[in-house]
């Protein structure tokens, strides 16, 4: 008999509900660290990384990069443009579309963003062995790779964001519709 077939998937210790605690625990905390430090949110901050590395990308290259549609993005990038940190320009072929660049003012963050991660960083894995560190990554990196053979889910990890993209599954056929 599998250990598994006992497992109770209401059980405050099953390994799905214990990543998500700890994901959203850590997008709250590091949400506080960057708001107290910096002034900006995370949400801004994924923004923010992505422009910093491909200034003057359109709002649509951004949304999609976050793995969400162009009017969730809206609202941030409103945000982020009434303080100060990018600007909006139209696109030289198509004034329908905006393309998005950092000000000197958000130039003059980017290091204080990169400190707060890293003293962040340095503080989410304090006290821990790193030979725990990797089995951790391990583990975690083969409950993805389970997930994506299972469901047929592509997620491609960048230094800025995390794009799933997924397909279709057809129960009764275990094939990914497109």
Not at 112 to 133: N, P, T, V, W
């Amino acid at each position: 008999m599998n250990t598994n077939d006992n497992y109770d998937l209401n059980n405050e210790n099953n390994i799905g509900r214990k990543i998500i605690q700890v994901s959203k625990t850590i997008q709250h905390a590091f949400d506080l660290e960057l708001h107290d430090k910096v002034g900006i949110t995370m949400a801004q901050w994924r923004a923010i990384s992505i422009l910093a590395t491909q200034n003057g990308i359109t709002q649509r290259e951004i949304a999609d990069k976050l793995g969400l549609d162009t009017s969730s993005l809206i609202p941030l990038i409103d945000r982020l443009e009434s303080k100060g940190l990018v600007n909006r320009r139209p696109d030289n072929t198509d004034r329908r579309v905006n393309r998005l660049f950092i000000t000197k003012k958000m130039e003059s963050l980017l290091g204080q963003m990169q400190s707060c991660a890293k003293l962040f960083r340095c503080s989410l894995i304090e006290g821990i062995h790193k030979d725990h560190l990797e089995i951790t990554r391990l583990v975690l990196d083969r409950i993805s790779q389970n997930l994506s053979s299972q469901y047929g889910i592509n997620s491609e990890e960048s230094t800025s964001s995390i794009i799933v993209q997924s397909r279709i599954i057809d129960s009764s056929t275990k094939r990914g519709i497109a």
